[in-house]
């Protein structure tokens, strides 16, 4: 292990500027590529669209790093899209390739062997070849198709070396073009739920009020002339702490809840044998049973119900519970 090294004030000082100044430097490299959405970013944008395969990263080192992450954005935004290691792609890997598709390939210098080496094959097949680099006259800029240049005044490194600013403006200027692509596609939360089936996320995007309905199937409804301890007993059978009140047509008025017949039981018990109608809240919230889940949670917690009724047609189809609501995880 390495010895322990005793940090001075000085030195904690002299670090934290350090840090700060790397985000200077690197915020100022982003902020400053604005200029370069033009009519390049644009015909760019155009091809892709216009493209009837696959957008294909590559790279190497950091900027292959960079290339797979861009790849992943581009993929769970609604553009297909994959990574190729330069080298993998020089033995066997370019078989992936297709002249419908379009290469991003990566690279700051734009003098990186490996992707050179690329090139004359990416002709031979006929694929669309898009260079990233931050050199308009480097020589793959130069064999490319189009060019993005990710220019940046230094990097954050000290010595001007480890790519950090680049690297940073790279993803960047990579994340602007899968989300402007996303947008002129029309990608929507819906969408994105389907790439993102898993976890939270998916949870969140993907279930909806009839899933969650499932967990207890109850839909407990009283007619608005039922009495107050009718509905006590018909809350009590379906273990829900609501009823639905409904019209002669069977169409939702009201709603009475377990907390309304406590809040009455403090002044006496006369109203138990009185209609629901009398009592009941009139016109209460409600939801559709193909609206998210997560809607329906937000409206629960803003209103502070425990139980929203879920209708179709304007008529009760099942009782929500914010319990049920949380055993599904949607949050």
Do not use: W
Request: with cysteine; net charge negative.
């Amino acid at each position: 292990m390495n010895e322990p090294v005793n940090l001075d004030e000085k030195m904690i000082i002299d670090c934290l500027q350090e840090a700060r100044k790397v985000l200077e430097i690197e915020a100022y490299s982003v902020l400053k590529l604005k200029d370069s959405i033009g009519s390049e970013f644009a015909d760019i944008v155009r091809v892709i669209l216009e493209s009837k395969g696959r957008v294909i990263f590559t790279g190497i080192g950091k900027s292959g790093l960079i290339g797979q992450k861009l790849a992943a954005t581009f993929s769970s935004t609604g553009t297909p899209a994959f990574f190729v290691h330069a080298g993998e792609a020089l033995h066997g890997d370019l078989g992936m390739v297709t002249g419908d598709d379009i290469i991003i390939a990566i690279s700051n210098s734009g003098e990186t062997e490996e992707v050179l080496s690329l090139v004359p094959s990416i002709r031979r097949i006929g694929a669309f070849l898009i260079a990233v680099t931050g050199n308009r006259s480097s020589t793959l800029a130069r064999y490319a198709n189009n060019h993005l240049l990710v220019n940046i005044e230094e990097e954050a490194c000290p010595h001007g070396l480890a790519p950090t600013a680049s690297t940073t403006a790279t993803l960047a200027l990579g994340d602007a073009l899968a989300i402007a692509l996303s947008k002129l596609k029309g990608f929507t939360p819906e969408d994105f739920a389907l790439f993102h089936p898993g976890g939270s996320l998916g949870r969140k995007l993907l279930t909806k009020v009839e899933d969650v309905l499932q967990v207890r199937k109850q839909n407990p409804v009283v007619q608005s002339g039922t009495s107050v301890k009718e509905a006590l007993f018909t809350m009590t059978a379906s273990k829900m702490g609501s009823t639905s009140v409904v019209d002669e047509r069977g169409r939702l008025v009201g709603i009475i809840t377990d907390g309304d017949i406590r809040r009455l039981l403090e002044e006496s018990t006369d109203f138990l044998q009185k209609p629901v109608l009398e009592v009941m809240t009139k016109d209460p919230i409600t939801i559709e049973k193909d609206r998210l889940a997560a809607e329906a949670l937000k409206i629960m917690e803003d209103k502070e119900v425990n139980d929203l009724p879920v209708v179709e047609d304007g008529k009760p189809v099942g009782m929500l519970n914010f319990q049920d609501l949380l055993r599904a995880r949607v949050f």
